[in-house]
């Protein structure tokens, strides 16, 4: 059966489901919540990264339906709930459900292979920080970074990076990637909206005065980065999906049925193709 057939017929269960063991979308907690009682170290967990911000209100957080949130935690905890299900149902990964939070400085961050930014268009990593990605990717782990946009935030975050390794430098990863078509053939980098702004406008992408000027406007907010980072044995170590919001695809995919044809779908297809090819490059 095909991708969309098999996560339509069960994406309003899966929402059911979710909405009775879990907050809103908006109502963040501030710790992990992995399924504890049937937790296995041997499973791939999904590690979103805590960080700080720079800005103030806007910038370093923002509001939400249920108070500020952090911009670590966009689309936290669904998103990483419903991708981890999904894996477990349409791959052979198996996952852990649920999310851990971890700081770059924490130890057990080299007890798993794949950590995951949301939204660190203004963020503000300490030195400390920096040589502990650094020591994370020289070791073997993988970074995605998601749902940022517009050129001042691409600029801000790349600078971050470039205290981590000053040498690596960002690319534009092709459309012929085999990180594209490792599981499920895709033609690009998809671009995904909050689904509040697609419900507003009908477009895939922000609109730009949600983003701090200069950001190049909507003639910039709609050209997709799918961007790598590779090490100095050319090895892939991180990917950025820049001016798109991936992870709101697998939030909301039970939310509205035309928003999950249109973006959940890819949504889904480029995280099973993404993370395959990290556990096996």
């Known amino acids: ?40 170290p041997d499973k791939l967990t999904f590690v979103r990264i805590m960080y700080d911000s720079v800005g103030g209100n806007g910038e370093a957080y923002y509001r939400g339906d249920a108070g500020w949130i952090p911009r670590w935690a966009t689309d936290h905890p669904v998103a990483a709930r419903n991708l981890t299900f999904r ?22 961050l080299f007890q798993h292979p794949f950590i995951f930014m949301s939204d660190p268009g203004w963020q503000l ?11 994370y990717l020289d070791k073997g782990g993988f970074l995605w970074v998601d749902d940022f946009w517009g050129q001042a935030e691409w600029d801000h975050f790349e600078s971050n990076m470039r205290g981590v390794a000053p040498k690596w430098k960002w690319f534009d990863i092709p459309n012929n990637h085999p990180i594209l ?30 983003h701090k000027r ?21 090895r892939l170590v991180a990917v ?15 939310d509205d049925e035309e928003f999950f044809q249109r973006f959940s779908i890819d949504a889904y297809a480029l995280a099973i193709n993404i993370l395959t090819y990290a556990m096996s490059h």
Request: charged share 20%; with cysteine.
């Open 1 to 40: 059966m095909e991708l969309n057939s098999i996560l339509w017929c069960l994406s309003r269960l899966l929402a059911f489901t979710t909405a009775l063991v879990a907050l809103s979308p908006c109502a963040i907690p501030q710790d992990s919540d992995l399924d504890l009682k049937n937790y296995d």
């Open 87 to 108: 894996l477990n149902q349409l791959t052979t990964i198996q996952a852990n459900q649920g999310t851990l939070l971890l700081r770059l400085t924490d130890e057990r």
């Open 125 to 135: 990593l300490t030195g400390s920080e920096q040589k502990a990605l650094k020591k």
């Open 181 to 210: 078509s490792t599981v499920y053939p895709l033609k690009k980098c998809p671009q995904v909206t909050a689904i509040q702004f697609y419900r507003h406008n009908g477009v895939s992408y922000d609109p730009a005065w949600i």
């Open 214 to 234: 200069p950001n190049g406007g909507e003639d910039d907010m709609a050209q997709v980065h799918f961007r790598g980072l590779s090490d100095d044995n050319g």
């Open 240 to 254: 950025a999906t820049h001016n798109t919001d991936i992870a709101d695809g697998w939030e909301r995919e039970g």
